[in-house]
């Protein structure tokens, strides 16, 4: 079964430094998402992307937060300043036009110190 | 936007019992209800949905009713297993769109052997 995959699983850096997060969506998907998970909390809307573009964002998707798609297969989360807040698991997902279910990626847990 | 409110927070049912979990939203254009099954460290996954213009839906043990006049929707677990212990993300969304989904703060249910 098709599944969406998320690199690094794990990812630790420096406050200020830049994280590039990458995930491989389904391949026939067309509609692609950045969620975030703060330990204990619910999972939130970062941004959602079709159409090689942003489609909708949320107030967490400051200046600090860019999106991609490179190469027509993977799709990336780029956060430009890391501040200790942004320590979350993000989880990327991916649905096919059409469809109601998006699938989640097992997430990569982003640690800023 | 979309506000979906979940309840309870937290769940605890002897093994055998059954577990209600309840979901509320807000915009009257979301039309599709996933319900998502997240374990300890591993990424949400879809455990059942319901669209808008059917009431109930059944999947052997797991059973999700939605009442669109009230704006609210319901997870029935019966016959728990320590298995099914996990947290439980309702989700609300417009499907046939790339719009996000809108989660819940998540259900910590505790099967208890």
């Known amino acids: 079964e098709p599944e969406v995959t998320q690199t690094p699983s794990h990812q630790v850096t420096q406050m200020g430094q830049e994280v590039i997060l990458r995930c491989v969506p389904i391949s026939n998907h067309l509609y692609f998402y950045w969620y975030r998970q703060i330990l204990g909390q619910k999972v939130e809307f970062l941004v959602s992307f079709y159409n090689n573009e942003i489609s909708e964002k949320s107030e967490i998707f400051d200046d600090q937060f860019s999106v991609e798609r490179p190469d027509g297969s993977n799709f990336t989360l780029k956060i430009r300043s890391t501040k200790l807040e942004d320590s979350a698991m993000y989880f990327c997902a991916s649905k096919r036009q059409g469809i109601g279910e998006a699938f989640f990626g097992q997430g990569t847990r982003l640690t800023v110190v | 936007g979309e506000n979906v409110e979940q309840h309870p927070s937290t769940l605890s049912v002897q093994e055998g019992d059954s577990a209600v979990i309840k979901c509320t939203y807000s915009d009257s254009a979301s039309n599709y209800f996933p319900w998502y099954k997240q374990e300890l460290g591993k990424r949400p996954q879809l455990i059942i949905d319901?669209?808008?213009?059917?009431g109930e839906k059944k999947d052997q043990r797991i059973a999700v009713t939605l009442n669109k006049t009230a704006k609210h929707f319901s997870l029935h677990i019966t016959e728990t297993q320590p298995e099914d212990s996990a947290v439980y993300f309702c989700?609300?969304?417009?499907?046939?769109?790339?719009?996000?989904?809108?989660f819940g703060t998540g259900t910590s249910l505790t099967v208890i052997p």
């Open positions: 319901i669209r808008s213009n059917v």
């Open positions: 989700a609300a969304s417009i499907r046939d769109t790339g719009n996000q989904f809108y």
